[in-house]
Nanobody, 121 residues
């Protein structure tokens, strides 16, 4: 069974930095796009950043210039480097990826369990 496991969340002061990690485990054939979403209570989940299998990236306007997404294909891991954090970045951050499990052909949209990021003084 393919799983995504996030780590790296926590409490940080405004202006600080955090690095989130998300590793895919299980029998994996292919990992396509990998994404980071975030969600605050009573609001819809927001797409924060995307990285394709080829390394192309895209960001929400609210995080451009502050957040950076990267991936290590050898480790099946995606990262989110978050700098200059603001209180409004406080949310549960979710990892998401499009994965084809071995030995199948279909693509499964897979979610991690989420990790809390709190930006507060």
């Amino acid at each position: 069974q393919v799983q995504l496991v996030e780590s790296g969340g926590g409490l940080v002061q405004p202006g600080g930095s955090l690095r989130l990690s998300c590793r895919a485990s299980g029998s994996i054939r292919v990992i396509y796009a990998m994404n980071w979403y975030r969600q605050v209570p009573r609001e819809e989940r927001e797409l924060v950043a995307t990285i394709t299998s080829g390394g192309s990236t895209n960001y929400a306007d609210s995080v451009k210039g502050r957040f950076s997404i990267s991936r290590d294909n050898a480790k099946n891991t995606v990262y989110l480097q978050m700098n200059s954090l603001k209180p409004e970045d406080t949310a549960v951050y979710y990892c998401n990826a499009e994965i084809t499990p071995w030995p199948y052909q279909y693509v499964k949209n897979t979610w991690g369990q989420g990790t809390q990021v709190t930006v507060s003084s």
